[in-house]
T-cell receptor, first 113, second 118 residues
Framework: NAGVTQTPKFQVLKTGQSMTLQCAQD?????MSWYRQDPGMGLRLIHY???????DQGEVPNGYNVSRSTTEDFPLRLLSAAPSQTSVYFC????????????FGSGTRLTVV | AQSVTQLDSHVSVSEGTPVLLRCNYS??????LFWYVQHPNKGLQLLLK??????LVKGINGFEAEFKKSETSFHLTKPSAHMSDAAEYFC????????????????FGQGTILTVHP
């Protein structure tokens, strides 16, 4: 089925470990973005991309890295995990302009101990 | 710059009564506005969107919202609540440039938890 696929769904990391959260979409969307969801804070933008080879920082980029080498994939890298990065992470994509709305993945629940 | 304020963190209604979830926004440019719903431990589903066409927007499951530029509001309503409407609702804004394209960034409100009593 067409959509946004996130892997893994659950992950436990130890402080200082690194990992990559995967996001792939098969709708040929230009825009892709990563959000983290914390209780009472809504979703906050980490990084976003308006096309292959183009990325920019969002509201809370520290500790995260992204790249966009293809239209389909937008991985999020945690460089050195910290307990403050315990959160639920969502990837989203849309056509350029965003007017048709954004499609969200089902999320990755990350716990850093 | 863009921002969103959801005026109620919790709303409680009885089944069959009207629902009103309030949202005010701030935007430097003509905004696109969205309402998303999130059921427990699920992803986000688009309910409806406003992108400068009709100011009264109809969405899925009987929800609708009215864009009021003078009040910078985009409140979500439903005439009759159903038990399955119990969820968290997010109002979302995206700035659009003069050409109508967005910058690719969404700003979320803090969310409103809707509880529906039998």
């Amino acid at each position: 089925n067409a959509g946004v696929t996130q892997t893994p769904k659950f992950q436990v990391l130890k402080t200082g470990q690194s990992m990559t959260l995967q996001c792939a979409q098969d709708m040929n969307h230009e825009y892709m973005s990563w959000y983290r969801q914390d209780p009472g804070m809504g979703l906050r933008l980490i990084h976003y991309s308006v096309g292959a080879g183009i990325t920019d920082q969002g509201e809370v980029p520290n500790g995260y890295n992204v790249s966009r080498s293809t239209t389909e994939d937008f991985p999020l890298r945690l460089l050195s995990a910290a307990p403050s990065q315990t959160s639920v992470y969502f990837c989203a994509s849309s056509y350029a302009g965003g007017g048709r709305g954004y499609t969200f993945g089902s999320g990755t629940r990350l716990t850093v101990v | 710059a863009q921002s969103v304020t959801q005026l109620d963190s919790h709303v409680s209604v009885s089944e069959g009564t009207p629902v009103l979830l309030r949202c005010n926004y701030s935007s430097s440019y003509s905004p696109s506005l969205f309402w998303y719903v999130q059921h427990p431990n699920k992803g986000l589903q688009l309910l409806l969107k406003y992108t400068s066409a009709a100011t009264l927007v109809k969405g899925i499951n009987g929800f609708e919202a009215e864009f009021k530029k003078s009040e910078t509001s985009f409140h979500l309503t439903k005439p009759s609540a159903h038990m399955s409407d119990a969820a968290e609702y997010f109002c979302v804004v995206s700035d659009r440039r003069n050409g109508g394209t967005s910058y690719g960034k969404l700003t979320f409100g803090q969310g409103t938890i809707l509880t529906v009593h039998p």
